[in-house]
């Protein structure tokens, strides 16, 4: 789980994965994971640009990621 993880093997997994497309955080000690209330993984958070906060603690697939961040956009 690469956000569990030290950095070095966060690293290697954006790398593996090639999920280099959007900006990492590297919550070493774990206040952003408790600031929006996640307790494992995958997760996402999405933030719109009134401030609105979602968390979805689920896997979302390159399709659905994709979806989020288009309706973000819009």
Do not use: N
Not at 6 to 18: C, I, K, R
Request: glycine fraction near 10%; charge should be negative.
């Amino acid at each position: 789980m690469a956000g569990r993880d030290d950095l070095s093997e966060m690293q290697a997994f954006v790398e593996e994965f090639g999920v280099t497309g959007f900006e990492h955080v590297a919550d070493e000690d774990t206040e952003i994971w408790r600031q929006y209330g996640v307790t494992s993984q995958p997760a996402f958070v999405f933030i719109d640009d009134s401030g609105d906060v979602e968390v979805l603690i689920s896997a979302l697939g390159e399709d659905g990621l994709i979806e989020r961040v288009q309706a973000l956009l819009s």
